[in-house]
């Protein structure tokens, strides 16, 4: 094991967001078709998606309505919180 086994590709991101969507779709219990469908996203995007992890933000955060997790966006790029006082004395402004 190295030093930077830590680190991830943006490929490597790709895949686990389409392997945690595929295993969200599975837990309610929605094959592909149906989540194309409720998702107006096409079956051949959503089985591309799970195969390689390359879809488009916009279909992405369809799925993402379609299957109730629309909040995981929320956090993304988010201002990040202060650990102390003096992380917000500090910082640049």
Known sequence: MNNFDFLK???????SIAK???ARRKEKKIT??????????????IKRFERT???????????????????DFDA???KKGYASIEE??????
């Not at 592909?32 to 995007?45: A, R």
């Open 76 to 78: 993304l790029f988010a």
């Open 20 to 22: 945690r969507m595929s």
């Open 32 to 45: 592909q078709v149906q989540l194309s469908k409720y998702s107006d996203v096409s079956l051949g995007s």
């Open 53 to 71: 992890g390359e879809i488009s933000l916009s279909s992405l955060i369809k799925i993402a309505f379609a299957l109730g997790c629309q909040d």
């Open 88 to 93: 917000v004395i500090n910082e640049p402004r």
């Open 9 to 15: 590709s943006p490929q490597d991101v790709n895949l």
